[in-house]
């Protein structure tokens, strides 16, 4: 069955530095995106992407968060300066139609120190 | 209002037993719903999904029932297993803050007892 993929399983940075998240969609969605859950806490929305562009974004996703998809494959999210309040699971999530059925990877912990 | 901290709803099944886990949800203008089962470590998968013009849907061994009404939706799951101990959550697909998003819920932790 085909799945989404994430790399690193586990991050960890110091505070400041700049961190690239990795995921690969599965091949035939169209519709990509990142939520993230911090400990014990609801799985939250950051941005989706559709057609090389970002389609929405939450109130999380400020300056300092930016997504790509440099390939045909990769969908990367880079965050620029990290905080201590960035820690937490990131997950990148794909889907066919929007918003429907999205499958989602097993995330990226990322601790920030 | 939000939830923030550690301490997830747990419902505790016998082995076999049917399970029923409850959602309620915010935003009435929410048109789609899904249920996600989320194990340790991993992220949340695929259960079932329901559009706003329906009120009940079946898979294999689940069942999502949705009231609009009082805004709550429910997932069945019918011979409860092992592999079923997992957090699950519903997900609501509406227009909020101006935008369609995906909101989801805080989650039920389901222990299956064998």
């Known amino acids: 069955e085909p799945e989404v993929t994430q790399t690193p399983s586990h991050q960890v940075t110091q505070m400041g530095q700049e961190v690239i998240l990795r995921c690969v969609p599965i091949?035939?969605?169209?519709?990509f995106y990142w939520y993230r859950q911090i400990l014990g806490q609801k799985v939250e929305f950051l941005v989706s992407?559709?057609?090389?562009?970002?389609?929405?974004k939450s109130e999380i996703f400020d300056d300092q968060f930016s997504v790509e998809r440099p390939d045909g494959s990769n969908f990367t999210l880079k965050i620029r300066s990290t905080k201590l309040e960035d820690s937490a699971m990131y997950f990148c999530?794909?889907?066919?139609?929007?918003?429907?059925?999205?499958?989602f990877g097993s995330g990226t912990q990322l601790s920030v120190l | 209002g939000e939830s923030v901290g550690l301490h997830l709803p747990t419902l505790s099944v016998q082995e076999g037993d049917n399970s029923i886990i409850n959602c309620a949800y915010s935003?009435?203008?929410?048109?789609?719903f899904i249920w996600y089962k989320q194990e340790s470590g991993k992220g949340p998968q695929f259960i079932i999904d329901?559009?706003?013009?329906?009120d009940k849907r079946q898979g294999q061994r689940v069942t999502v029932l949705l009231n609009k009404t009082v805004k709550h939706l429910s997932l069945q799951i019918a011979a409860t297993q092992p592999g079923d101990s997992a957090v699950y959550f519903c997900?609501?697909?509406?227009?909020?803050?101006?935008?369609?998003?995906?909101?989801f819920g805080t989650g039920t932790k389901l222990q299956v007892i064998p």
């Open positions: 329901i559009r706003s013009n329906m």
């Open positions: 997900a609501e697909v509406g227009f909020s803050g101006g935008y369609q998003k995906v909101t």
């Open positions: 935003n009435s203008a929410s048109d789609y």
């Open positions: 999530a794909s889907s066919e139609e929007e918003n429907e059925k999205l499958f």
């Open positions: 091949s035939n969605h169209l519709y």
């Open positions: 992407f559709y057609n090389n562009e970002i389609s929405e």
